[in-house]
């Protein structure tokens, strides 16, 4: 019996292509289950309040994978998940353009705030925009901490360095290689830059004791976030994302944060279109 039932879950691994295990968090009971890879949503528990809305009009339920824009990608594009939750315009464009993901929808945003050390050792905090904040950061070499995971943080922040024509390298510039709460409270920790989402700052700021806000406000800093599917996606996959941006869905985003932080910690899609590529 032990060895049909080892055999029986085998089985089921190598039907759904990821397995239980690989879920970071499983929302709700129901018999059908989609599998969705999102990084700071997730984190911030914004996911969960949108899958438990769900799983009320369906039998479904949600796996929660931990991931990255960039490994998100990844997954929707070899099927082993039916749905990315991303801020990665370029690379979800070219997704599209490749044929392997569709339905790209706009769900809201969020922006990036570049925080650091109170007394500010590189005076970003009177720059005319990012690029130069950016650009005092590495002429300074202030300690600055990089996720270097590939994932929209760091896509944006190497756009950055990019168009302030600063390719950072030494002892100074920090790869941490965590996600985005884990790296906010090594900078905090050690007094490094870094540029961390509105989102998990507002979560964290009662928490920091050595950070705040030094730079903020630039158009470039905006932060859309998308759902996509495969290219043949699933019945209730596709629900799913027309739910992300149904009115319901739009509600859950906007309001997200309000009750427990006092303030949202995202902007609904309506807000995010002026700035969605």
């Given at each position: 019996m032990k060895i049909l039932s080892k055999m029986a879950l085998v089985a089921i691994i190598s039907l759904t292509g990821v397995s239980a295990m690989d879920c970071?968090?499983?929302?709700?009971?129901?018999?059908?289950?989609?599998?969705?890879?999102?990084?700071?949503?997730?984190e911030?528990?914004?996911?969960?309040?949108?899958?438990?809305?769900?799983?009320?009009?369906?039998?479904?339920?949600?796996?929660?994978?931990?991931?990255?824009?960039?490994?998100?990608?990844?997954?929707?594009?070899?099927?082993?998940?039916?749905?990315?939750?991303?801020?990665?315009?370029?690379?979800?464009?070219?997704?599209?353009?490749?044929?392997?993901?569709?339905?790209?929808?706009?769900?809201?945003?969020?922006?990036?705030?570049?925080?650091?050390?109170?007394?500010?050792?590189?005076?970003?905090?009177?720059?005319?925009?990012?690029k130069e904040a950016y650009s005092k950061i590495a002429q300074k070499q202030a300690l600055f901490y990089t996720r270097a995971d590939n994932s929209g943080t760091h896509k944006k922040e190497m756009s950055i360095w990019k168009n302030a024509n600063v390719k950072p390298s030494g002892a100074w510039y920090v790869a941490n290689k965590d996600f985005m709460l884990a790296t906010l409270k090594k900078a905090d920790e050690t007094k490094g830059y870094f540029m961390s989402d509105s989102s998990t700052y507002k979560l964290a700021k009662n928490e920091l004791k050595n950070l705040e806000i030094l730079y903020a406000g630039d158009k470039v800093l905006i932060n859309t976030y998308v759902a996509m599917t495969t290219e043949n996606p699933s019945k209730l996959a596709l629900e799913f994302v027309k739910f992300l941006s149904s009115k319901e869905g739009q509600d859950i985003i906007a309001n997200y944060g309000k009750e427990k932080y006092k303030e949202n910690l995202y902007e609904n899609a309506a807000y995010a279109k002026q700035y969605f590529e």
């Open positions: 970071t968090a499983i929302y709700g009971k129901g018999k059908e289950q989609i599998k969705l890879a999102t990084g700071s949503p997730g911030l528990g914004l996911l969960e309040a949108l899958a438990k809305a769900f799983n009320t009009k369906h039998n479904s339920s949600l796996c929660w994978i931990k991931a990255g824009s960039g490994e998100s990608l990844r997954l929707l594009k070899e099927k082993q998940i039916d749905i990315a939750m991303v801020h990665a315009p370029k690379a979800e464009k070219e997704a599209i353009k490749e044929g392997w993901a569709a339905n790209r929808t706009l769900i809201g945003s969020n922006e990036f705030y570049i925080l650091g050390p109170k007394d500010d050792p590189a005076d970003i905090k009177n720059s005319k925009n990012a």
